[in-house]
C-alpha cells in the first residue's frame, strides 16, 4: 500500500552536510553544539541562512523550544521553525519534514538539524505517563531488551556470543576513521568481548555510548540548485522516505517485522531491491540489532547475517557497507542528531569524499533508525 | 507504574494474568489499558477484564549486571503464555533455555512486597 512517491515527480537533494564531534556530556551548551553543525551545513552547501525557508530540529532530551532559541543566534531571516520530537528516530523525523516541505513545493531550502544532550530535570516520557502498568517493577531497560533478542537469535539461528560481539569489532574499526565519532579507538574481538558484561551476551563496547552533539543537512529543490548556484555534482538525490509505528504482530518478532515493512516501503517508493544497497546506515545501539536489521532488510537470508559478517560482506569494500561512520555503536547516539548524522555519512559517502572510509563506487544508501513507540523511519539516497 | 498487583490473581494454587479480551476480535492483550485494541482498533469500551493462565514457554531470558537502581545480578525473562500472549517479568531459574516451560509465582524480593516471577514448571510449588 506504498503511496505515491512524491519525490519522483519533485526532487530533493541534499546539497549541505555539517556535524559537532558526538561525545561524552560536558558543559557545552547544546546551542554551541546545534550551531557549529549548522554552520558547517551552510558552508559546506555555500549558501547563507537567509535562504533557508523552513528548519526542524529533532532532539528529546533538552526541551520545548530548544530549536527556536538556537535559531535566533543566526540573526534575521524568514525561517519557519518547528521542534521535532520522535524518540530515537527524532532527526531522521526533521530530515522527513524538510524533505517533504522541499519535495511538495512549500520551501526551495529546508534545513534538518539535531541536536541534543542530557540536561538536568528532563521529564518522563510518554510511555511512563500512559500509565498502563507493567509486571517488569522497572526491571526491563533497553539493553535488557536486546539481550533478549540475541539469547533468542543465537538459540533460532545457532550464532555465537563471539559473532555477535564482531558487529562490534567492525563499526568500532570503522568509527576509528571518523573524526566525528565518539569512540574512536580499534577494537579487538577481545577487546570487545572484556567486561564489564551489561546484560546476557552484551559487554560495555556492543552498547551505544549516548552522549552528546549534533548534525545538519540542508535540503534543496531543483529550482534552488539553479537560484542558488549549488554545485550540482555535490548534491545528493532523495529517492525515497518511509515511517512507520509498530503494529501487533503476536506472532512475529516485532522490532524485526517493523523493521521489514518501512525498509521495503521506502525501497519500493524507491523502485529499488536490498541488492542496489551500497552503503547502510543502520540502528546498532546493540550489536545483536545489526545482524536482525541486515535480515529484516533482506540484505541476506534469515540466519546468515553472523557468517555473512564474519566473511567481510558487510565491510567497507565488501558487498553493503554497514555502518561505515562507526554506527551508534562507535560513532554515537546522542539521541536527537544519530539519524541526520546517518544522512551526513551516506551523503560524504556517496560524494566519495569519505577520506579513507570512502566505500568504493558507493551509488546508493540507506538510513535506517528505530524509536521507542516503537517507530521507524528510512531513507533511501542515491548520486 | 500504578497497581501491579492488579495484574495477577491467586487461584487455587496457580498465579493467573489480569489481562483485556477484546470483544471485537478476539485477542488478548496484556497488560490491560482502557485506550484501545492494539490488535483491531476497537474502542476501550470493547475491552473486557480477562483472566489467564501465566504458564508458558520462555521466549527468550537475560541476565541483567548493571542497573542504576536495582540489585543486580538479576534474570528478566518474555514467556509466550498459552493464551499466544508475551509476557515479561522477573525469571529465578539456575539454567534456562529458550523453548522450556516456565510458570508464575509469587516471591518476596528484597524485603518488598509479593512479585510475581516465572519459574520453572517443574519446580513450582504444587
Known amino acids: ?383 | 507504574m500504578s497497581d501491579r498487583e492488579d495484574l495477577w490473581i491467586e487461584k487455587g494454587s496457580e498465579i493467573f494474568l489480569r489481562g483485556v479480551r477484546c470483544t471485537n476480535c478476539g485477542s488478548i492483550l496484556f497488560p490491560p489499558q482502557p485506550y484501545g485494541c492494539e490488535a483491531c482498533g476497537a474502542d476501550g469500551g470493547s475491552l473486557e477484564d480477562f483472566e489467564f493462565s501465566s504458564q508458558g514457554t520462555l521466549h527468550s531470558f537475560t541476565t541483567v549486571y548493571v542497573h542504576p537502581k536495582i540489585e543486580t545480578p538479576y534474570q528478566v525473562a518474555e514467556v509466550r503464555t498459552e493464551a499466544r500472549q508475551y509476557v515479561r517479568a522477573r525469571l529465578d531459574h539456575p539454567d534456562p533455555k529458550v523453548g522450556e516451560a516456565v510458570i508464575g509465582c509469587l516471591q518476596i524480593i528484597d524485603d518488598d512486597d509479593a512479585q510475581f516471577v516465572f519459574v520453572p514448571t517443574s519446580q513450582a510449588g504444587g
Open chain 1, 1 to 383: 500500500m506504498a503511496a505515491k512517491n512524491i519525490l519522483n515527480d519533485r526532487p530533493a537533494y541534499v546539497v549541505g552536510i555539517g556535524l559537532h564531534r558526538y561525545q561524552h556530556a560536558t558543559e557545552t551548551s547544546y546551542v554551541t553544539l546545534g550551531l557549529t553543525a549548522v554552520r558547517a551545513a551552510l558552508a559546506d552547501a555555500a549558501v547563507d541562512w537567509p535562504s533557508v525557508e523552513t528548519a526542524y530540529v529533532g532532539n528529546a532530551r533538552i526541551g520545548m523550544a530548544a530549536g527556536s532559541t538556537m535559531l535566533r543566534y543566526l540573526g534575521p531571516s524568514d525561517v519557519a521553525v518547528a521542534q521535532v520530537e520522535n524518540a530515537s528516530a527524532s532527526g531522521s523525523t526533521a530530515f522527513r519534514q524538510s524533505v517533504h516541505d522541499v519535495a511538495s513545493g512549500v520551501a526551495d531550502v529546508s534545513i534538518a538539524i539535531g541536536v541534543d544532550k542530557p540536561v538536568a530535570g528532563a521529564g518522563r516520557g510518554g510511555p511512563i505517563n500512559a500509565n498502563v502498568p507493567t509486571l517488569d517493577h522497572g526491571l526491563i531497560v533497553p539493553f535488557s531488551h536486546f539481550a533478549m533478542l540475541a539469547e533468542r537469535y543465537m538459540a533460532d539461528t545457532g550464532a555465537t556470543v563471539e559473532q555477535i560481539a564482531k558487529v562490534a569489532v567492525k563499526n568500532h574499526g570503522n568509527g576509528a576513521r571518523n573524526p566525528f565519532a565518539q569512540r574512536q579507538k580499534v577494537r579487538t574481538l577481545e577487546d570487545v568481548l572484556a567486561p564489564p558484561q551489561i546484560s546476557g551476551a552484551l559487554t560495555r563496547l556492543q552498547c551505544t555510548p549516548v552522549g552528546e552533539g549534533a548534525a545538519a543537512v540542508i535540503v534543496a529543490s531543483e529550482d534552488a540548485l539553479k537560484k542558488l548556484g549549488i554545485d550540482r555534482d555535490r548534491a545528493i538525490r532523495v529517492a525515497a522516505s518511509a515511517s512507520r509505528l509498530q503494529e501487533f504482530t503476536p506472532d512475529e518478532n516485532a522490532d524485526a517485522a517493523l523493521t521489514r515493512k518501512t525498509t521495503f516501503e521506502a525501497l519500493e517508493a524507491a523502485s529499488m531491491s536490498p541488492r542496489d544497497l551500497d552503503i547502510i546506515e543502520l540502528h546498532d545501539a546493540f550489536s545483536i540489532e545489526e545482524l536482525l536489521y541486515a535480515e529484516a532488510m533482506g540484505l541476506c537470508g534469515t540466519g546468515e547475517a553472523a557468517a555473512r559478517l564474519e566473511r567481510g560482506e558487510y565491510d567497507i569494500g565488501g558487498k553493503h557497507a554497514i555502518s561505515p561512520s562507526g554506527g551508534l555503536l562507535a560513532m554515537g547516539h546522542p539521541i536527537g542528531p544519530t539519524g541526520v548524522g546517518q544522512v551526513c555519512e551516506i551523503v560524504r559517502q556517496l560524494r566519495n569524499e569519505a577520506g579513507d572510509r570512502q566505500h568504493p563506487q558507493a551509488k546508493v544508501g540507506l538510513a535506517h533508525m528505530v524509536g521507542v513507540g516503537a517507530v521507524c523511519v528510512v531513507h533511501v539516497l542515491k548520486r
